[in-house]
């Protein structure tokens, strides 16, 4: 049998040469320990970086030793001669070093374990190319108002809107009155439905609409880019809002904190969920904010979420019945159309179609128009439309399912 000659398991490193030069005792890169006779153990000291091939010692370079991975952490807490570092989000104790001087606050680089190998800055580093949380950062998450959107554009079921209006606009417009009668006050409004069904859209909408300050922020967005702050970035955002004589605080994709499933960003979404908590939590009466949330996965947010006096509030976005697909059909087309279309048969064919998907045909249809270099949308481009996207349903369909069937 031949075995496989890795150099890298026949690396070690001479931790002790007897008196007398004849024992050599080597530690290998797995944590082995071995004793080799060497005639010539004079060659060897402590620390030497050795290769053992056929059962002698050879001197090697130290640049084949692999360099133990640093790591950098924040110092968050010390209790006599151990410490707390803040290492990416995750908190590890570790011992202090003797020759050390550490301070809460401390940037340190360290190696291994919990070899803390020196003190890097007096302060805590910041992730790079996150800026401080100013007044500019905060209102880089106010919405704009324009007269971009309308109630109009969200076509289908007038129920959501009308429900959508009772429990964001009612409330804000009509704040003292409602804390004059005593009523529990609406502090969070939670948007469900499949992807593509109008969530984003009509959050945008009462954006552009509300006669209220709107703030947004998206779940991937605090996961991507403001990881290190992101507490501190939604205290001050709430702080801002409440300061608003009426504020729309709007949380997009609120699940996918809920359902990061590293660790670490794990602790991280724990945090910012808690963060969000603590801020609807400490309103008080006479702050007019009311925070929206949307999630395509309800079924995964934190049920933290759901307790009285947070989400109470829900809206669903149901797939759209077929009068409601038609409406949409109707409501999404480009100005570029001619001729009658087959709204009605095409609604008839998109039994358990979203809106995004129903809304994709006009994107399709006018690829199939200006391929036969034209510059509006006829009744067969409509149904090629159709057509296409129906295909790309099915694919990912079919993908989604064979997903499960996996998972499962
Ligand atoms: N009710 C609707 N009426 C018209 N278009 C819609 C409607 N709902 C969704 N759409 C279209 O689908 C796109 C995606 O919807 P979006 O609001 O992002 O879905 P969600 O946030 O629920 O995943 C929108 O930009 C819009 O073009
Ligand atoms: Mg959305």
Known sequence: MIWEYDEALNLGRVKLVSDDGECVHVEFLNGN???????????????????????????ASEEKWP????????????ISNEVVVEIGSGLHIMPVPEDLALRVGNTVEGTGQDNIVRVISDRPIRYIDQPDVDASTIA??????????????????????IRAKELIETPLKFHEELKQIGARPIKGVLFTGEPGTGKTLLARI?????????????????????LGQSEELIRKIF????????????????????????DESHEASRRIVGQLLAAMDGFNRDDNVIVIATTNRPQDIDIALRRPGRFDWEIHFP?????????????????????????????EQTEGWSPAELSAIWSEAALLAVADTRNNIHNED???????????????????KMQERGES
């Open 67 to 78: 360099r133990e991975k640093a790591w950098i952490g924040v110092v968050k807490l010390l």
């Open 140 to 161: 880089s998450f106010k919405e704009n108002r324009n007269a971009e959107h309308s109630f109009e554009d969200f076509a289908g079921s007038v129920n959501i809107v």
């Open 382 to 400: 409509y149904i090629g439309g159709f057509e296409q996207v129906a295909k790309q349903r099915v694919r990912k369909l079919m993908e989604r």
């Open 319 to 347: 797939l759209p019945n077929v009068g409601d697909r038609e409406a949409i059909l109707i409501r999404t087309q480009p100005p570029g159309v001619v001729g009658g279309l087959s709204h009605a048969v095409v609604a």
């Open 33 to 59: 320990t071995a004793v080799f006779l060497s005639r010539d153990s004079a060659d060897f000291s402590p620390g030497d970086v050795v290769l053992i091939a056929e059962n002698t010692l050879e001197s």
């Open 206 to 226: 009462i954006a552009s609409r509300a006669d209220a300050t709107f703030y947004q922020i998206s779940g991937p967005q605090i996961m991507n880019k403001w």
């Open 239 to 262: 702080e801002d809002a409440a300061r608003q004589e009426k504020a729309i605080v709007f949380f997009d994709e609120i699940d996918s904190l809920a359902t990061q499933r590293s």
